[in-house]
């Protein structure tokens, strides 16, 4: 065999293997994806919370929807926190209630979001480890149905609309959007499992 055949044989030989990830017994990798478990978790407190709305206003009209969310997305919120075992709000630079207020962190994670939604980027959730809990993030992007309430007063939102939000949300910052724009975060906490290494 010629020397330029037995480099090329050896070269292809070393580039074809991949490094296995590391596995445990049964098959599965050893460490979770919390990227997936954070998903999972907003989604499904996403759907919760929008199946309620959706079928308040088919029922009941947007006005009435706006009093469901002030009386309703807390506590269904927190059930979904409690069946998780994990911390679950949605946080804005711009909220219709103070209590959800981002913080610094939260803050510099909407900007971001807001930054690669600009550009065109793809949205991948931010998933931080610290102290034995895990920080998920992701954003809430507005869609058609959202500016009904999140809109603009006389163009998206309808007058008696705006009265109830003025009436419930006196400190209402959560207006002005359209569609396709980060109007917050999921900001999600749960425990990191222990890791066998």
Request: with cysteine.
């Amino acid at each position: 065999m010629k020397p330029t055949a037995i480099v090329l044989f050896v070269l292809v030989g070393v580039l074809s293997c991949k490094q296995q990830p590391k596995t445990s017994v049964d098959g599965e990798s050893n460490h979770p994806d919390y990227l997936e478990i954070g998903r999972e978790y907003a989604q499904e407190t996403q759907k919760v919370l929008g199946k309620n709305l959706k079928t308040t206003i088919q029922n009941e009209g947007v006005a009435q929807a706006v009093v469901f969310c002030n009386e309703q997305a807390y506590p269904l919120t927190d059930s979904m926190a409690a069946n998780y075992k994990a911390k679950i709000k949605r946080v804005s630079d711009k909220p219709r209630n103070p209590s959800n207020k981002a913080n610094p962190a939260e803050l510099g994670h909407i900007n971001t979001f807001k930054e690669k939604v600009a550009q065109g980027d793809s949205i991948i959730p931010i998933v931080e480890e610290e102290d034995g809990k895990v920080h998920f993030y992701t954003p809430i992007i507005t869609q058609n149905l959202c500016l009904n309430c999140h809109g603009t007063p006389g163009k998206n939102i309808a007058p008696d609309v705006v009265g109830h939000l003025s009436e419930l949300y006196p400190q209402d910052e959560a207006i002005g959007y359209d569609v396709d724009q980060v109007r917050g975060i999921w900001s999600i906490v749960f425990e990191a499992e222990k890791r066998s290494e």
